[in-house]
């Protein structure tokens, strides 16, 4: 960037010349603000340091302004030293991770129940027949537990471990409300259809989704472990 | 006079020399710079433009915490503190670099003394 502007050397406006060359970083403004402040800092010490070692105005200025050679490429640097990927990795490995494993732990589980020949019950539910799988709503509490334990040792918040433990619940939630408008949309029959939606959104999720959470509930408690051992 | 170590080797023992004066006491950035010169006799610098890109990477990782605060004259500083986490890393950074010391001793006969 060419030094066309450089400030007054009797009294340099340091933010203003930090905020200029800077330019707009994707950041949050209180966290631009404060590193421009801080820059800024930085820059009138240097400059107060050189005159204090009774070096000319325009000298220290200089000096000051040789503290970056390049605004651009710190910019950059301090956009990456500052960006979100940090808070990304964590949110998949006390989220997206833990509830992937409980998900799939979950969707294992009744596999193995139905190869096992364990049969469903079938219940009667708004006067419809449901084939309820208690052997494996009876299994959901350890994964409930399983999702809400791995998000908790990956230092997850209350929502990220609730998130994680009732993940299977959750999926065959987005799952039904994919399907009810196409089903809707196919046959047009509309009160069947909400029934029979209101009636799998019990069997499927909401039994789940209890059973899921009795598992997960000691550790929705639990306070955050440190971040050394949860690096560690 | 100390001779300059070129930026390429200093930047890996940035790391180090923050934590190492940190865990004495909380620093504000132009002080930090200041003391890591005066202690090594120039043979490490820090200038704004790699000295702040390294704090915020650290305060990232947990590693230091900065807080505004007031000196006794008024002027407001960011004060870098090391947390509990950057004190767990500073043994192992020392011993890392103790190991890479000794490497290159017995490789080119440079001492670390």
């Known amino acids: 960037m060419p030094d066309g502007n450089k400030p007054d050397p009797k009294n340099p406006d340091w933010t203003k010349l930090v905020r200029e060359r800077m330019g707009r970083l994707d950041l949050p403004p209180g966290d631009q603000e404060n590193i421009i402040r801080e820059l800024a800092a930085h820059l009138q010490e240097t400059y107060e340091a050189a005159r204090s070692q009774q070096i000319k105005e325009e000298e220290a200025v200089e000096l000051a302004m040789q503290e970056v050679k390049d605004w651009n490429v710190l910019a950059a640097k301090i956009q990456r030293a500052k960006s979100e990927e940090e808070i990304m990795n964590r949110r998949t490995k006390s989220l997206w991770l833990p509830g992937l494993l409980t998900f799939l732990g979950a969707s294992a589980s009744l596999m193995l129940i139905q190869f096992a020949g364990l049969q469903p019950r079938i219940e009667w539910i708004a006067h419809t027949g449901v084939t309820v799988y208690w052997h494996w709503l009876a299994s959901l509490p350890f994964f409930g537990a399983l999702g809400a334990y791995l998000s908790w040792r990956s230092r997850g918040s209350t929502w990220a471990r609730l998130g994680a433990g009732l993940s299977p619940a959750l999926v065959m939630l987005i799952v039904m409300c994919i399907l009810l408008p196409w089903g809707l949309a196919i046959d047009g029959f509309a009160s069947f259809r909400l029934v029979m939606f209101g009636v799998c959104l019990t069997n499927w999720v909401l039994f789940p989704a209890l059973a899921l959470t009795l598992g997960a509930i000691p550790f929705l408690r639990e306070p955050n472990i440190p971040a050394a051992q949860a690096q560690g | ?113």
Not at chain 2, 55 to 76: F, S, T
Request: glycine share 10%; net charge positive; hydrophobic share 40%.
């Open chain 2, 1 to 113: 006079m100390t001779k300059r170590i070129r930026s390429k080797i200093s930047r890996g023992s940035g790391e180090l020399a923050i934590l190492s004066l940190l865990a004495g006491e909380p620093l504000y950035g132009f002080e930090i710079a200041r003391q890591i010169g005066e202690r090594t006799g120039g043979a490490l610098t820090f200038t704004l433009a790699s000295l702040y890109p390294l704090l915020y990477e650290m305060e990232k990782r947990g590693w230091v915490e900065g807080r505004w605060q007031a000196n006794h004259a008024g002027r407001d500083r960011r004060y870098y503190r090391l947390t509990p986490s950057g004190r767990k890393q500073l043994a192992p950074l020392k011993a890392e670099w103790r190991a890479f010391f000794q490497a290159l001793n017995s490789l080119a006969g440079v001492s670390h003394a």
